[in-house]
Every structure is written in structure tokens, then in C-alpha cells.
């Protein structure tokens, strides 16, 4: 076999890899089966950075939460990416830490984190940006923090709306825990949450309680220092909510940051016909005159939620955080 034919399979070779990578993800929402498939597939073949998945820990019924660690742009393909992290740590690039599902009804917020993830790691368009993105940050993504909560809303009828984790700690009837009021920030639950096992908000009976909400935590203290931003996907309405939800003139110290932040995400979305409200949670959720296009909110505040607890408690020397919630 010749070297030009040779060529020509490799390049076949990794359009169909490319074409398997990009397929599902794009068009579907994935099963967490479907999904872990995907990240292997990534960390094997990624075209347009090195990428490497592990996992934040186990679910209240022993599920793997995945998590890609490391998105770099490919500049010194064939060099040990563990080895260039150690040579490199005294120039680590700051991160941008995602994270998607906690609610596991919000898919929509599961199959962004992906398709994130898809572009970074395959570009599929040649995007510059993408590449300047790479260049610039890594990526730390999480795009299934419930992972028990997500595959029962998929997989049983009748669940499409569940919302919270499947713990069966406080009652075998009402089962899960609202894992974004578990939170040990401000932790509530007459405030935003619920004491009641029934409800979709219950907060359990202590914060940090859960697993889920303690694999995070975990996940995010072992990244102090490393974030740019903090993004946590959800899929609730189009808004755009940094911290504080705790409607008690609080202000988060980057305040003026996050808002223009916001601003320029919501602006951008706006040329695509997109509407999305930006401000702190308490403001646009609670008090917030209009949800875009619709009546008052009917809603709790967003109060002991991961993106408060993380500006308070884990990425505190970190500069601008933004959990973005996408369109659903
Ligand atoms: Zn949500």
C-alpha cells in the first residue's frame, strides 16, 4: 500500500469518527448510556483538542456523573497531556467550569453541555473561535450532575417532569430531592425550598445532604482558583441569573461585571429572535416585573442553588461567574 492511499484511509477514517462523534449528539437527546458512549468517543478521537473524561462521583444509585476535565486545543499532539499539565501548572490557563441537569427534566440543558463539548473537541465548522476559545481557556463540563434523576424522567412514563434526584432517604413514596436547595449556601428550605418530601423543591433535611450536591461541591472545590466564569445550564426560561438570589440586598462583588456579561450574551441571542431577561435571581425571578413575553412570575426565589453557593464558598478568587440558563 502506498503512502497516498494510506492518506486517504486515514482521512476516511476520521470523517466517519468525526461523522459518529457529531451525529446523535446534534440531533437528540442522548441517554445517559448514549452519553458516556459519546465522552469515550471524544476522549478517543477528538480532532480539535485533547480532551479527557472522568467523573465527579456516584448518584444516590451508584451512577457515574461524567465530567470532561480538560479541553486544550491540540498544539503538541503526541505529548502526554498528563505531563504537560505538570510541566505546565505554573501557567495553567484559567478554565471555564460548566455544568448541566441538576434538574432532570431540563434536557435541553444536558444536550447544550454536549453539544459544547462536541464543538469544542471535533469543530465541526473550522470555527476561528472556537479555536481562540481553546486557546485562550480550558474546559471543565459536567453535562449530567442528576444522573439518576435524568434517565428516570427519560425512561419512565409518566416522569417526563421529574425534577429532582430518586434519594429514597426521607420517603419511599415521594421520593428525590431537589438537589439545587441542598446547597450550603444560605440553606433554607422556608425560603425558596421545601421541608416537604412531596414536593419538588424539598431541600433535605441538611444541606449537602445529597450526593449529587456533594460530588459537585467537591468537584468544584478541587477547581478553586482555576475559574474564568462558572456556567450552570438550566432550562426554566430565557434568563441570564448571576448571584444573589437571596433577596436581601446582597451584591455580589462583581456585580457590574456579571450584569454587562449578561447583557452581551442576551444581546447576542437577541439577533437570533431570542428574548432573555438578565439580572440576579431574586430580581428577574421573584420581583422581576415580566418573564419575557409573559405574565408575573409565579415562582420561589432561586435561593441555595450552586452557582450562589460556588461565589461564596469555592471559586471566591475567581473572576466573572454566569449561570446562563439556556432556551426551553
Ligand atoms: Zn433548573
Not at 21 to 27: G, L, M, S, W
Not at 132 to 151: H, M, Q, S, T
Not at 152 to 163: E, F, K, M, P, V
Amino acid at each position: 500500500m502506498n503512502e497516498r492511499y494510506l492518506d486517504a484511509n486515514h482521512r476516511k477514517r476520521h470523517e466517519r469518527r468525526k461523522r459518529a462523534a457529531t451525529v446523535d449528539v446534534t440531533n437528540s437527546y442522548l441517554g445517559l448510556d448514549e452519553i458516556n458512549a459519546f465522552l469515550q468517543n471524544v476522549t478517543r478521537s477528538a480532532s480539535a483538542a485533547d480532551v479527557i473524561s472522568s467523573t465527579i462521583g456516584l448518584s444516590f444509585e451508584g451512577r457515574n456523573t461524567p465530567v470532561i476535565e480538560k479541553a486544550e486545543i491540540i498544539a503538541e499532539k503526541g505529548q502526554n497531556i498528563r505531563e504537560r499539565n505538570t510541566k505546565s501548572s505554573g501557567t495553567q490557563k484559567k478554565a471555564i467550569i460548566i455544568d448541566a441537569g441538576i434538574h432532570a427534566r431540563e434536557w435541553i440543558a444536558p444536550a447544550l453541555a454536549l453539544n459544547i463539548i462536541n464543538k469544542l473537541a471535533f469543530n465541526p465548522d473550522n470555527d476561528p473561535d472556537v479555536l481562540d476559545l481553546l486557546k485562550k481557556f480550558d474546559w471543565i463540563i459536567a453535562p449530567v450532575v442528576n444522573p439518576d434523576g435524568y434517565e428516570y424522567s427519560r425512561t419512565n412514563s409518566g416522569a417526563r417532569l421529574w425534577r429532582k434526584t430518586r434519594t429514597s432517604q426521607y420517603s419511599e413514596s415521594c421520593k428525590g430531592v431537589d438537589a439545587n436547595r441542598n446547597f450550603g449556601f444560605g440553606w433554607d428550605p422556608d425560603v425558596g425550598g421545601s421541608r416537604e418530601p412531596c414536593s419538588d423543591v424539598f431541600s433535605g433535611n441538611i444541606a449537602f445532604s445529597e450526593p449529587e450536591a456533594r460530588n459537585m461541591r467537591d468537584w468544584l472545590q478541587r477547581n478553586k482558583g482555576r475559574a474564568a466564569a462558572y456556567l450552570t445550564l438550566h432550562s426554566y426560561g430565557q434568563y441570564v441569573l448571576y448571584p444573589y438570589g437571596t433577596c436581601d440586598n446582597r451584591v455580589a462583588d462583581n456585580k457590574d461585571i456579571l450584569e454587562d456579561l449578561g447583557k452581551t450574551f442576551a444581546n447576542a441571542l437577541g439577533q437570533k429572535g431570542r428574548r432573555y431577561s438578565v439580572g440576579n435571581s431574586c430580581q428577574v425571578l421573584l420581583l422581576g416585573p415580566k418573564r419575557p413575553g409573559q405574565g408575573p412570575v409565579p415562582s420561589q426565589p432561586a435561593r441555595p442553588s450552586s452557582y450562589q453557593w460556588s461565589s461564596t464558598a469555592s471559586l471566591t478568587t475567581s473572576t466573572p461567574q454566569i449561570p446562563t440558563p439556556s432556551n426551553g
